[in-house]
């Protein structure tokens, strides 16, 4: 056994609900010519992999960090269900305080459900992690004991890859809350910045900077919490931190009337608060170009979407944020580089690096995809809970690694397969924190990574410490570009999880 093997055991030995920093060993990144990141939808690590063999799963969790507490800090004698009126829903029994399977009885539903989707917001998601103690999931969660419901995995087509390549199980999504922020920390390591937000989108805070509970708000052994959220987008200093539109087409706010059928309507529209002002901070695509690195970000459904979104404002729309006659349901809020004034309509740069779903697979059949590679799904492909299933993504996601795997560039490509955030279920595993571990914005709740590659170890779990910075630092490294200043310090940089000479 060679001693990075060794190592890795090590580390591995060391682990548990404590972070593993990654062993500072040179290792040559040159061999690495294609970097593709996959990034599908709102699921924590206990929630798909929690039964992984020799994974930190649920076994390892402490009854501590099983048990859910009411906003009071008492344990709740139970764990219900909230339906869309707040109070318990008929249709799920009332269940013990503990993570319980949802593919068995009582509950007994399938993966390849349409299920609930918990709220998964900034505020939300650090009061539920609370202060690492992973206890009030319940307790601040529009569905209640929903939350700590999981799957036994092992029928997932991913499940497969995983045991074959590397599965990361110390994993965090780089900031607290939604898939807006997440996509964000995806490619800038920041949070976008809207100071002059108006104040019906700022979050109301109570003195302990929690969002401020209504008077009423009930206790969580009798229904969901009264949150006065008002829109809570943008934090009272000005950044935005919670689902909002692009100021670019496809957004969720049409194009304003008489104005330009490529922008968004500035003042808004009905259910939706104003566009975010476009953005001008660094991101990976930037550093990438600076060095003339090739790179795209590819979103299923961009083409179709597009031209959704630059009809007039009185058409109605068939393909951003819906579901009606078959349609893809293109997300608006996660494709993060239309919010960046850089890739506004008509550039050069938007017309270079934002390519439609269909361009990644002729460009992986013909061995042409750039050397970093991002892939959005489109929304009934990202496992969402809400408006699509687990095994709709998994099965298209798994394909995808099957074509990847016969392109010319197979080689020498790492492919990362990851989730954008835990959509508000429940992990065992406290986030790490402190200087150089974490920040303001994050890391929050641990999820899935799969790193596949013909220099991923194989078999292996890699208990290293990462989160979503974690893929910029690799890419920075090999790319020796110019760092972004967001990236965490002690996160490693997924090389715990390659296998180069």
């Known amino acids: 056994m060679n001693s990075r093997r060794l190592l890795a055991l090590a580390g591995a030995l060391l682990s548990g609900a404590a972070a593993v920093p990654q062993t500072a060993l040179a290792i040559d ?9 996959i990034y599908a939808e709102n699921r924590s690590f206990d929630h798909l992999y929690g039964l992984f063999p020799g994974a930190n799963g649920i076994a390892n969790a402490a009854s501590e960090q099983k048990t859910q507490r009411d906003h009071d800090g008492s344990i709740l004698p139970s ?6 009126d707040g109070k318990p829903d008929p249709n799920f029994p009332k269940l013990p305080n503990e993570p319980f399977r949802i593919d068995r009885p009582p509950v007994d539903k399938r993966a ?55 599965l990361a199980d110390n994993f965090f999504m780089g900031a607290f809350g939604g898939s807006y922020l997440n996509h964000q920390w995806l490619i800038c390591a920041c949070t976008p910045v809207f100071k002059d937000a108006p104040p019906g989108m700022r979050a109301a805070l ?9 008077a009423n708000s009930p206790s969580a ?9 008002g829109g809570a987008q943008v934090t009272p200093d000005g950044y935005s931190v919670n689902t909002t539109q692009p100021p670019y087409q496809p957004s969720g706010v049409p194009p304003a009337p008489g104005g330009s059928l490529k922008l968004a ?33 590819y979103a299923g459904g961009w083409n179709a979407a597009l031209a959704d979104g630059t009809k007039p404002s009185s058409e109605k729309r068939s393909v951003i944020y819906t579901r009606a006659n078959g349609a893809v349901n293109f997300q608006p809020h996660h494709q993060p580089f239309n919010y960046y004034l850089r890739y506004a309509p008509g550039t050069a740069e938007r017309a270079q690096h934002l390519k439609d779903g269909e361009d990644l697979m002729r460009d992986i059949a013909a061995g042409t995809l750039p050397k970093v590679t991002l892939y959005k799904p489109v929304g009934i492909l990202t496992q969402h809970p ?36 835990n959509g508000g279920f429940w992990d065992h595993v406290p986030p790490p924190s402190g200087a150089g571990w974490g920040d303001r914005w994050g890391p929050a709740t641990r999820i899935p990574a799969l790193i596949v590659s013909p220099f991923a170890k194989r078999g292996f779990i890699d208990h290293t410490a990462y989160d979503t910075t974690s893929i910029l630092k690799l890419i920075t490294k090999r790319f020796d570009l ?7 310090e002690k996160m490693g940089d997924l090389t715990g999880a390659l296998d180069l000479p």
């Open 206 to 214: 109570d003195k302990d900077g929690k969002l401020a509970k209504d």
């Open 386 to 421: 809400a408006y699509t299933d687990i095994m709709s993504g998994d099965a298209h996601i798994a394909e995808l690694l099957e074509k990847l795997t016969k392109s010319p560039q197979w080689e020498r490509m790492v492919v990362i397969v990851t989730y954008d955030e």
């Open 112 to 166: 390849d459900q349409v299920l609930i989707s918990p709220i998964h917001a900034y505020y939300h998601s650090i009061e539920q992690i609370n202060g690492g103690r992973n206890d009030m999931f319940a307790a601040v969660s529009n569905v209640g004991g929903w939350t700590m419901g999981y799957f036994d995995g092992s029928n997932m087509k991913l499940w497969q890859w995983a045991k074959q390549y590397t």
């Open 482 to 488: 110019e760092p972004l200043p967001g990236v965490r």
């Open 265 to 297: 309507d500035p003042k808004g529209a009905p259910r939706m608060a104003e566009p975010l002002p476009p953005q001008t901070a660094k991101t990976i695509g930037d550093t990438l170009s600076a060095k003339g690195v090739s790179w795209a970000w």
């Open 221 to 229: 052994r009798e229904g969901a919490v009264h949150m006065r959220t």
């Open 79 to 84: 764990l219900r269900v909230w339906g869309a």
């Open 29 to 37: 990144l040159s061999k690495i010519e294609t970097i593709v990141v």
